[in-house]
């Protein structure tokens, strides 16, 4: 089956833009929406097709005709919308009517709760954080639209996101838990994969394979940056989150498999 290969990406922020830059170079048709004037100014004089939208506001009778597309790729967090789950499906909904036929949600590892190694499988929040994103999941996946995948990302690190500076200076408990994080470029590599295949599963976690300590991770990531670092207190067994099924079924390795390594590169020069 051949791809229709044009795209709409609802939200252009952290991810979504250079997901859509990493996309027109590869030949893809894209579009995206952005609920900042400026921003979508500077992205149509860079020659994408964006829309001004704000989520929050009521939601329009027909989807957007710059917007069509074969796929649409939700990337939008729950901090940017008053109900969460209630709007993402419902603009999932409003997108299949206007013609989109596959759908990507970019959910989180919230949806796990407990200790020890988490599997697509083994869904099920403990707290209001998580059980929103669940919510948010199921409302995509009753869409419509024939092909629906959840990707559930890690914690997100890299471009802007500099891991030394998240923590820097304050005190926590359960230094000994795990960390559980996806570089982006590690997605900017999975997902234009994920696109050009339509044998997709229903939910696949994206994690790097590398799960150290959160004291060490962030005590190095600040000392690199030269920040003061944290201070944790120990204990918490904490959760793994196996990103393995992603790399099985696209034949692909994660790029980043040590992350003390991939904080060195990252050092500030001079």
Known sequence: M???????????GWLGEPLAQTLLEQGWRVS????????????????????????NAPLPSHWPE????????????????????DT????ARLAVAGGVTRVIFTSATSVYAGVGSKTEADAGPDGPRGERMLAAERAVQACGAERVLILRLSGLVG?????????????????????????LEDLLR??????????WPYVLNVSAPHHPSRCDFYGEAARLQGLAPPEFGGG???????????????????????????????????
Do not use: H
Not at 4 to 12: E, H, P, T, Y
Not at 88 to 91: F, I, K, P, S
């Open 190 to 199: 999975f997902i234009p994969a994920v696109l050009e295949r339509d044998d």
């Open 236 to 270: 918490g067994e904490g959760k793994t989150i196996d990103g393995s099924a992603l790399s099985r079924w696209l034949n692909m390795d994660y790029s980043v498999t040590d992350w003390f390594d991939w904080l060195a590169a990252r050092r500030p020069q001079g």
């Open 32 to 55: 995206g929406t952005s609920r900042q004037a400026d921003k979508v100014e500077r992205l149509e004089r860079a020659g994408m097709a964006t829309q001004l939208w704000d989520f």
């Open 2 to 12: 051949s791809i229709d290969r044009s795209l709409a990406i609802l939200g252009l």
């Open 88 to 91: 993402l499906g419902a603009l």
């Open 159 to 183: 471009g802007n996101r500099e891991p030394g500076r998240f923590l820097s200076g304050r005190r926590f408990d359960g230094g000994d838990e795990p960390v559980n994080l996806v570089a």
């Open 66 to 85: 710059r917007l069509k597309a074969g796929t649409l790729l939700l990337c939008v967090p729950p901090g940017k919308l008053d109900a969460y789950a």
